[in-house]
């Protein structure tokens, strides 16, 4: 049950609302709670979590809608579940951790997970030297979170197997670790022995061209345009999507924010708070 019912009572007499407010209510709040039935099958208000409601704040700006105009429908969601949380009848507000976009600003384009699954599940890449090279490249960018140039600027020395993270350097050289899996650990060791087979005298970045020579930035884009552009119709399928989608999956799995920045790389929590 979503209780709409009793909060439009609560509006019409108890905060005696105007028309035009409970006009506009409605209609947002159908939208909303439509939306939450017929993409994601909930039943329940207590099912709905800060995700869902970021995930239709993307569906509204992707379809053209101003920031002014969605700000306007979250703050009908709020009203929404602060009267379901004041009269116990939700146990969990979704609203504490969504943050209203800013004034002008766009959220991040980012490619869902299911799509992503799709990639690194269902995508054929070739059992060569660059197949091998795009799968982890792909696999490090969505792991890690790290910039087109950060990954280019990647040398052998930066991979420390013991301890199964990455040295990453970044904006103004400033350094930070990004942990890697188990499976990212096997699929680096894979890798970098099919490296020192094809050009065992190369330099020594991480990651070659089929010539031997260290990848460019512009490599690094070609590889994920082309990869993302087989499961993906995202606006943009870029590594900084990539990077997008990395941080957004990250928040809608929980993580706090001060995690999220320091994994990223930001100098201040504004830059994360997007996500």
């Given at each position: 049950?979503?209780?709409?019912?009793?909060?439009?009572?609560?509006?019409?007499?108890?905060?005696?609302?105007?028309?035009?407010?409970?006009?506009?209510?409605?209609?947002?709040?159908?939208?909303?709670?439509?939306?939450?039935?017929?993409?994601?099958?909930?039943?329940?208000?207590?099912?709905?979590?800060?995700?869902?409601?970021?995930?239709?704040?993307?569906?509204?700006?992707?379809?053209?809608?101003?920031?002014?105009?969605?700000?306007?429908?979250?703050?009908?969601?709020?009203?929404?579940?602060?009267?379901?949380?004041?009269?116990?009848?939700?146990?969990?507000?979704?609203?504490?951790?969504?943050?209203?976009?800013?004034?002008?600003?766009?959220?991040?384009?980012?490619?869902?997970?299911?799509?992503?699954?799709?990639?690194?599940?269902?995508?054929?890449?070739?059992?060569t030297y660059a197949g091998k090279r795009d799968r982890l490249l792909l696999e490090l960018l969505y792991a890690t979170g790290m910039r087109r140039s950060e990954l280019a600027g990647l040398v052998l020395a930066d991979v420390d197997f013991e301890r199964s993270v990455l040295l990453i350097r970044g904006k103004g050289n400033?350094?930070?670790?990004?942990?890697?899996?188990?499976?990212?650990?096997?699929?680096?060791?894979?890798?970098?022995?099919?490296?020192?087979?094809?050009?065992?005298?190369?330099?020594?970045?991480?990651?070659?061209?089929?010539?031997?020579?260290?990848?460019?930035?512009?490599?690094?884009?070609?590889?994920?345009?082309?990869?993302?552009?087989?499961?993906?119709?995202?606006?943009?399928?870029?590594?900084?999507?990539?990077?997008?989608?990395?941080?957004?999956?990250?928040?809608?799995?929980?993580?706090?924010?001060?995690?999220?920045?320091?994994?990223?790389?930001?100098?201040?929590?504004?830059?994360?708070?997007?996500?």
């Amino acid at each position: 049950m979503f209780h709409d019912d009793l909060f439009f009572q609560y509006l019409t007499h108890e905060r005696r609302a105007s028309e035009h407010t409970l006009v506009a209510y409605k209609r947002d709040l159908a939208l909303f709670l439509t939306f939450i039935t017929e993409k994601y099958s909930l039943t329940s208000v207590n099912e709905v979590r800060h995700p869902h409601v970021r995930a239709w704040m993307v569906k509204l700006l992707h379809e053209g809608n101003a920031t002014r105009s969605v700000n306007r429908r979250l703050s009908c969601l709020k009203s929404y579940f602060r009267f379901l949380n004041r009269h116990k009848l939700l146990e969990q507000d979704p609203m504490i951790k969504v943050v209203a976009p800013k004034m002008g600003k766009r959220l991040p384009i980012f490619v869902p997970e299911t799509e992503l699954r799709t990639l690194f599940t269902e995508t054929d890449f070739p059992d060569t030297y660059a197949g091998k090279r795009d799968r982890l490249l792909l696999e490090l960018l969505y792991a890690t979170g790290m910039r087109r140039s950060e990954l280019a600027g990647l040398v052998l020395a930066d991979v420390d197997f013991e301890r199964s993270v990455l040295l990453i350097r970044g904006k103004g050289n400033k350094t930070r670790i990004a942990p890697m899996g188990p499976w990212l650990v096997d699929m680096l060791r894979t890798y970098l022995v099919l490296r020192h087979e094809t050009h065992p005298n190369a330099a020594p970045w991480l990651f070659l061209s089929v010539k031997g020579e260290a990848m460019r930035g512009e490599g690094v884009y070609y590889i994920v345009h082309k990869y993302l552009s087989m499961v993906s119709t995202a606006e943009q399928r870029s590594p900084h999507v990539l990077r997008h989608s990395f941080a957004t999956h990250l928040s809608n799995g929980g993580a706090e924010l001060n995690a999220v920045k320091e994994l990223m790389g930001h100098s201040s929590l504004a830059a994360t708070q997007v996500y």
